[in-house]
């Protein structure tokens, strides 16, 4: 069992030699309440007060515009925060997280779950002892397939070998002929499937080299929108599932925490149909890269079927594409 057959052009693979993909609940929508730099949290409790003030009335308007629902059903919406402890970790989660999660409630918020960066990335400096810790931006990376622009010639090398990702074609680097060619002349940059002028865009996903990259914030925040949607796996199995922790004392070591944690017991499913995310608007030219990479992530298409099937069944069918499942608040001032 398992085997695939091949044939004169045709290859028949049995269903059981492909690996299960794991189902995993869904929420409607997963509001994230906000994404600080440890610089942030090293202001001290004001500068967190401050956050969750300005966040407060836009989750009100975020939980809001989810709609009407089927009759019957209730919103089932989660709320989550991510911690940058992959670019750097100025203070230990003991010193950290009460404060912050004491500034939430202030407001009136209250997070669900709480998400380290660093387990976008990949596997823990222990070994990975725990499947949770798959490396997923590596996974995310050998999914993605790159929107050829038009006229492209296969010149270009492939991100797997750049580290960068376009939304079109780049400006060529030289002539591709002697000063003869007349064309050879400076050529803009295009974005492809531009409305009239081009917003064009070259993310970098990582730097430094092949054994030892340092993934970009635009590509993790790629990775963390994936997860939130329900629509990674590895071999199969889901990924970054949560772990209850509700005891309130936190440790002084980031990796003896698990990736997420799920603070509140009665919170509705971390993974969700739709993500929301509220955070300070210097996120914005972070999160134009994080929608360029979603675009062209191939995602597994039974884990896309389980979310399609799911949502129509609520009578909250999801858009085809998984770029506009997500959303984003920008509010002044925070």
Sequence with gaps: MGAVVKGPGTAFRESSADPRTESVPFSHLSLELGHLYMEDFAEGPTRLRRHFAAVRPWVEAARAGLGPLAPGRRPRISTCF???????????????????????????LTIDYLARESGCAGPAADGSRHRDRAVLAESVLHRLVESPPPGSNGFRPPVGRTGWLTNGRRTPSQRTSAALDATGVWQPPSETEARGHSVFLDVELW?????????????????WQLVRLGLLRHNGAAVLTPVRWEDGTFPAD????????????????????????????????VEHAVRVILDQVHVEAEALAQVAERSAGEGFPVPAGVVDRTSYVFPPGL
């Design 82 to 108: 991510l911690i940058d402890d992959y670019f750097s970790r100025l203070s230990t989660p003991a010193e950290l997280i009460p404060p912050l999660l004491e500034a939430a409630a202030e407001a009136g």
């Design 207 to 223: 730097n430094g080299p092949e054994d030892g990259r340092t993934w970009s914030c635009a590509f993790l925040a790629a990775v």
């Design 254 to 285: 980031w990796d003896a925490l698990p990736p997420v944690l799920r603070l509140n017991p009665s919170a509705t499913p971390f993974t969700a149909y739709a993500t929301c995310s509220v955070l300070p608007s210097r996120f914005l030219p």
